[in-house]
């Protein structure tokens, strides 16, 4: 048996696969399948762990041939293969008909999986590994001229708030210029992708590749239908407070109209917010915070910065976005980002820390799969505690003044109405995608993505810009990378200002709450996880929109400490 992750990055996959074929000779029966699930259990942690490492490796430096080649031996070759060796396992467990409480989940889970599993579509799965490896090389080596030199573009972050509008504009350009530039290449790239998903989910069974989507992410407790309904309570509730703010914004840097490159600057501030320099003051600072918010959080942080599992800088090679991924035969998660000194940045940590801390609970969980709940309740944990660790922003050592804190907080509020609009018009958009036979064409998605994106931006004014317009969607990782991977931001969103609510009234019991729910791990079903955390699903305008008036209250509050 592989025991380690170093084992399985050097072993054969013949090697690993003698591992997964011994697992499927030992018989079980009621007497010994948990001693079985746990060995299989100890090999998909090295398993996975490896994977992850060279998934890691590789996005901290794109550029390094041996660590592409890792990466791809490891994403491309490996990790499809072992998949199938895991749904042949699952089946074993699922013939033996046997569970008990806490493994529900898992049952669940596994059964889904190997409903839709088809051999035939496991070299599909890995040339899609490789078209999304494609997507990172290529946006990972994106550089923008300034002034006479080239810059990765989360460099150019800075300046988009800047006071100075020429210079805004100039960075809005550099930002988009080179998605615009591969715009023919991303769209083929994407064409492959397309055609790629819709077999699969064809030969899955499925009249398209978002119904596909719902099956595979274990999407147990919601549809299609209530996705749609979200967009529009989105676009009835939010969308027109998201104007309201727009017309504050406009109005308070004197503008006539505002531009794509004018919702980054702060309206409240000559110069704007610079919390930290580097990734390692990003990380003492946030350390500082979280002492501040709960002992137990701070410690879990200490041992990720002792431990070398914080890598914050944005340098030249670094694949674009950030990420948390836990490293499940360490029992330890690694947070990933392109720090470049904005206050963004502290929002990426806070967020990704929020998935850190999930982690570090459900390893407690004996079982691999009982860790990690679906997307909704990931985002639920982090986009939670983007929310309870902003009121400390200014707590002593940590990043900011209390007035430069609210100013933050405004600003995050904002961003959150703004995100919520952003991923509706995305899913929205993958959906409009995946199931109108127009999807297949680029020029028509373009198209599309115009239409829809209009239906939830309304008060920006893109006149001219329209390939800029265009390349946003270009410029969505997930649609790319993780599709349909947008709304349960959108719905976790919605959960984390439930749990805001919750801590304004109660901020002991809110946090208390919301570390049970982190240590369910996957053990209980997303409402239930939702109810633990103090919150519930919300698709429905009615519900939605007392959480927006909140939150425009919250903005009017802000604003009148900020001045
Ligand atoms: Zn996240």
Not at 74 to 97: D, H, N, Y
Not at 244 to 271: I, K, Q
Not at 549 to 563: K, Q
Request: aromatic share 10%; with cysteine.
């Amino acid at each position: 048996m592989l025991e380690t992750p170093a084992a399985v990055t050097r072993a054969s996959w013949a090697d690993i696969a003698a591992c997964y074929d011994e697992l499927m000779a030992r018989p079980i029966d009621a007497t010994t399948v948990e001693a079985w699930l746990e060995a299989w259990s100890r090999l998909e942690e090295a398993v996975s762990e490896a994977i992850s490492s060279a998934m890691i490796e590789y996005t901290r430096d794109t550029a390094d041939e041996a660590k592409q080649a890792a990466q791809r031996r490891l994403v491309i070759e490996i990790a499809p293969k072992a998949e199938e060796k895991s749904v042949a396992l699952a089946a074993k467990f699922a013939r033996l008909g046997w569970t008990r409480p806490g493994l529900e989940q898992m049952t669940a889970r596994f059964r889904r999986a190997i409903e839709i599993f088809r051999e035939e579509n496991v070299p599909l799965t890995s040339a899609l590994e490789e078209a999304a490896t494609e997507y990172q090389g290529l946006t990972g080596g994106f550089m923008a001229d300034w002034d006479g030199e080239k810059k990765p573009l989360p460099h150019l972050a800075p300046f988009l708030q800047s006071p100075d509008r020429t210079i805004r504009e100039r960075a809005f350009h550099g930002m988009v210029g080179p998605y615009v530039a591969a715009r023919d290449q991303m769209a083929s790239l994407f064409d492959r992708q397309y055609e790629l998903r819709q077999r699969v989910a064809a030969n899955a069974g499925f009249a398209d590749y978002q119904a596909y989507a719902f099956a595979s992410k274990c999407r147990f407790d919601y549809t299609p239908g209530d996705c749609a309904e979200f967009h529009r309570s989105v676009e009835a509730v939010v969308v027109p407070a998201i104007e309201r703010l727009h017309a504050v914004r406009r109005r308070s840097l004197g503008l006539e109209r505002l531009r794509p490159w004018d919702l980054n600057v702060t309206p409240y501030r000559d110069e704007p917010l610079r919390p930290f320099k580097t990734g390692t003051e990003l990380a003492v600072k946030a350390g500082r915070l979280f002492d501040q918010l709960d002992p137990a959080l701070a410690d879990q942080f200490g041992i990720m910065t002792r431990e070398g599992l914080l890598d914050l800088d944005s340098r030249k090679g670094k694949a674009p976005g950030g990420y948390c991924d836990t490293l499940h035969h360490r029992g330890r998660p690694f947070i990933f980002m392109n720090a470049a000194g904005v206050i963004e940045d502290v929002q990426t940590l806070l967020h990704e820390a929020g998935h850190a801390f999930h982690a570090f609970a459900s390893d407690a969980k004996p079982l691999i799969w009982q860790r990690h709940p679906t997307a909704e309740s990931a985002e639920l944990a982090s986009m939670s505690m983007e929310l309870l660790a902003a009121p400390l922003l200014d707590a002593p050592g940590a990043f900011l003044s209390p007035r430069d804190a609210a100013i933050a907080r405004l600003e995050h509020f904002e961003d959150a109405l703004i995100t919520l609009a952003h991923v509706a018009s995305i899913d929205a958009f993958q959906t409009w995608i995946y199931t109108d036979p127009s999807g297949r064409d680029g020029v028509a998605r373009d198209r599309a993505w115009l239409r829809i994106r209009a239906r939830f931006e309304r008060a920006v004014d893109w006149t001219g810009l329209e390939a800029e317009r265009i390349g946003r969607w270009y410029r969505q990782l997930h649609v790319f990378l993780y599709p349909f991977y947008d709304i349960e931001y959108g719905i976790a969103q919605i959960g984390a200002l439930q749990v805001w609510q919750n801590y304004r009234r109660d901020p002991a019991d809110a946090l208390a709450r919301y570390r049970d729910f982190l240590s369910l791990g996957a053990t209980a079903s997303l409402p239930e996880l939702y109810r633990a955390a103090g919150a519930e699903l919300v698709f429905d305008a009615d519900r939605m929109a007392p959480l927006v008036a909140a939150v425009e209250e919250e903005l009017a509050r802000l604003r009148a400490v900020v001045g």
